[in-house]
């Protein structure tokens, strides 16, 4: 293992040195590139220099324990070796994580997508608490959120919403919100005190830059068109919003949160791009999740993944059969135990994988 961090050690005085140089602090793409290794990487040195501290008091106290002529010196020997050894295994799993190189998707923005599903108006109204949940657990970590397009549902809530979120390793942790979400509960419109489930569809797609994605102009259809606000009425007279058709898939992406069409255009690029991007991701994801049967992350995403149960105040991830009690928290934004879970388990996959190299 000391091989290894010795490698990653000569890659950190390279960045270290490199972070400082006039020509990389004025291309800001290389210096925010290479000031995110720096930290990944400084991180990883911390990790070294505890192994470090830890392998050479094994063998100070080894040493001791070998010439063992001084009887005060040898208990401290052996509870330090013990102390050592006990910590070893920990800090070398955390490190073997760390060695593992990272999926450079987790690093990007993302615009996520929610339809309702499957439920009428219940549909819709779930889709707009989603959308809150979402929203609130981004602002508790400092994330950006910016609203590209919406079409309210008739009752409250949302058909569907999209919406950028811009941050530090956005996709990383949002990427296991991506499948279809339940809801079990009494709609506001049952008078028969029923419960009937609902479900709304989330979309996590990876924010794609112009050298991810090659979009042939003359492969897109662009059509404008003017803003509409609830029930179809003209939000403005100009046709700013825009609409972008892709022939050779058929994906379309729109927008018209903005006054200026060109602004408008601009998102929808973004999200077409991101929209492209995201099919080539999804075949990847399947084929690696069907090498190693992975449970949190596959190319399916019509896969129903959580449900939120009202009457039981019960949330239940199918993925991992991870169950918690705590409806009212989760749904207000609290979802970060949920995405530690999902996480330690990928992180276990990725492990078991790499187990062979260390």
């Known amino acids: 293992m000391i091989d290894k961090l010795n490698i990653v050690k000569q890659r950190f005085d390279e960045v270290s040195d490199l972070i400082i140089q006039p020509n990389i602090i004025s291309d800001q793409d290389k210096y925010v590139k290479l000031t995110k290794e ?3 990487l400084k991180d ?3 990790k070294r220099d505890e192994y470090l501290e830890l392998t050479n008091n094994i063998a100070e106290a080894e040493e001791i324990i070998a010439d063992g002529s001084d009887e005060e010196m040898l208990e401290m020997a052996k509870m330090q070796m013990e102390e050592a050894k006990g910590s070893l295994p920990k800090l070398e ?3 073997k994580l760390m060695l593992i190189p990272k999926d450079p998707e987790d690093a990007k923005d993302v615009v996520v997508e929610i339809r309702a599903g499957t439920g009428g108006d219940e549909a819709s109204i779930f889709a707009g608490d989603l959308f809150r949940m979402y929203t609130k657990y981004c602002e508790g970590r400092g994330w950006k959120t910016n609203v590209i397009d919406l079409s309210e549902g008739t009752s409250g809530g949302y058909k569907e919403i999209q919406f950028e979120v811009s941050g530090t390793d956005v996709y990383g942790t949002l990427k296991f919100e991506a499948g279809v979400h339940r809801v079990q509960r009494v709609p506001q419109t ?6 009937h489930t609902s479900a709304a569809t989330v979309m996590v797609l990876p924010e794609a830059e112009d050298f991810d994605v090659q979009i042939d102009p003359k492969d897109v259809r662009i059509d404008f068109f003017c803003s509409s606000g609830p029930g179809g009425q003209s939000v403005n007279t100009t046709y700013s919003a825009v609409r972008l058709t892709h022939i050779p898939t058929g994906l379309v992406a729109q927008c018209q949160d ?3 069409q060109h602004k408008n255009k601009d998102k929808a690029f973004r999200v077409l791009r991101s929209r492209l991007y995201d099919l ?3 075949k990847k994801q399947e084929e690696d999740a069907a090498k190693r049967n992975s449970q949190v992350s596959s190319g399916d995403r019509s896969a129903k993944i959580r449900t939120y149960n009202y009457p039981q105040g019960r949330v239940t991830d199918h993925r991992i059969g991870l169950t918690l009690y705590d409806l009212s928290n989760i749904i207000d934004g609290d979802i970060q135990k949920i995405i530690d879970e999902l996480s330690f388990v990928e992180n276990t996959e990725k492990l078991r994988e ?3 190299i260390f």
């Open 280 to 282: 080539e991701l999804a």
């Open 258 to 260: 903005q006054k200026s």
């Open 44 to 46: 990883l040195m911390d």
């Open 354 to 356: 790499a187990s062979e």
């Open 190 to 195: 049952e008078t028969q005190g029923r419960v």
């Open 38 to 40: 720096y930290k990944d």
């Open 93 to 95: 799993e955390e490190i």
